[in-house]
């Protein structure tokens, strides 16, 4: 199943960016949307606008992470989001046979830290907050998990 789409924005003023060119890449992210699209505490927002430089710990070469949401609150705060299942923001446990399998989700997450200590320090620099929401993060925010 595609879990991939084009998000129709109900209030178009508040997305930053071009309407026609939101792209959810899970049904997480799609929730989310909608939970920032329809928030009155949320002014403003944007699906992968912001764009953080840096270097992979897997290859030590620079990339660009593409940081899954952008929120700017009514008091002002900003928040840079990506949102991951909670299982992949943990460093894989270590089986008895180190499978082919188990070294992919080692570099995976060595990789996803690499961009989160970059946006974080990014974010920082500008006086916003970086964060991970998994499913806990949704749940507690009342945001309904679709299966």
Known sequence: MNYKGRYSLKNVGKY???PSRVIFRS???RQVFR???ESTDIISW???SVVVPYICKTDNRRHNYFVDLCLKF???R???IEIKPKYQTIPPK???HKTKGYVTEVLTYAKNVSKWEAADAYAKDRGWAFQIWNE???KNLGIRLLT
Do not use: R, V, Y
Request: hydrophobic share 40%; net charge negative.
């Open 46 to 48: 944007s699906a992968e």
């Open 78 to 80: 900003i928040f840079l």
């Open 16 to 18: 930053k960016g071009d």
């Open 35 to 37: 939970f920032a699209d």
């Open 94 to 96: 270590t089986p008895k």
């Open 74 to 76: 009514k008091d002002d």
């Open 136 to 138: 806990d993060t949704l």
């Open 27 to 29: 049904l997480w992210e």
